[in-house]
């Protein structure tokens, strides 16, 4: 079964840091770019970052870009969101997602909530 | 920037209704949008891909059109289970952007 796991998530105050962890299962991870999706807590979903297959190359939405890294481990399955300069404006559910024609697979989520 | 304008934000149905929700893009985005449906507290899920493409196991009464710049996701006959709020995705360049959403409300 294909499958992401997120973790990571929690309670951080503002200009804290925090790292989310994906845990992928039941494909070729190395095979795919990935992507991280936040939804604000009753809102609509917003894109934040991607990595393509080799972790060389990335893409950060403007509100992220230069606080957030990307990143991935190939020989362990596993993608990582390292958050840094946190603001009250992150707290969200974060979805790690799979890059399949667009987004096909999406973890469960992890709730970031930024706050004093 | 490629902005994605869904609409209606939300609708009012009934079961056996016919719902068409629609996305439009601010430039060409040729056939690269998703459709998704996400229910309460749980992950979204791809309905549609390339703009008209079923993903497996999504019901056939879901379908999708258009290319370039307008969209649309179709409910053949709305059924208990479709009452959800539905999003579109534009992935033909970054930064992604999705629709606002629309919400599928019982009447």
């Known amino acids: 079964e294909v499958q992401l796991v997120e973790s990571g998530g929690g309670l951080v105050q503002p200009g804290g840091s925090l790292r989310l962890s994906c845990a992928a299962s039941?494909?070729?991870?190395?095979?795919?770019?990935m992507h991280w999706v936040r939804q604000d807590p009753g809102k609509g979903l917003v894109w934040v970052s991607h990595?393509?297959?080799?972790?060389?190359?990335?893409d950060y939405a403007d509100s992220v870009k230069g606080r957030f890294t990307i990143s991935r481990d190939n020989a362990k399955n596993t993608l990582y969101l390292q958050m840094n300069s946190l603001r009250a404006e992150d707290t969200a559910v974060y979805y790690c997602?799979?890059?399949?024609?667009?987004?096909?697979?999406w973890g469960q989520g992890t709730m970031v909530t930024v706050s004093s | 920037d490629i902005q994605m304008t869904q609409s209606p934000s939300s609708l009012s149905a009934s079961v056996g209704d016919r719902v068409t929700i629609t996305c439009r893009a601010s430039?060409?985005?040729?056939?690269?949008l998703g459709w998704y449906q996400q229910k309460p507290g749980k992950a979204p899920k791809r309905l549609i891909y390339?703009?008209?493409s079923l993903q497996s196991g999504v019901p056939s009464r879901f379908s999708g059109s258009g290319s370039g710049t307008e969209f649309t996701l179709t409910i053949s006959s709305l059924q208990p289970e479709d009452f959800a709020t539905y999003y579109c995705?534009?992935?033909?360049?970054?930064?992604?952007?999705f629709g606002q959403g629309t919400k599928v409300e019982i009447k």
């Open positions: 995705l534009q992935h033909n360049s970054y930064p992604l952007m």
């Open positions: 039941g494909f070729t991870f190395s095979n795919h770019g």
């Open positions: 390339v703009a008209s």
């Open positions: 997602v799979r890059v399949y024609y667009g987004i096909d697979i």
């Open positions: 430039q060409g985005i040729r056939n690269d």
């Open positions: 990595i393509e297959t080799n972790g060389h190359n990335t």
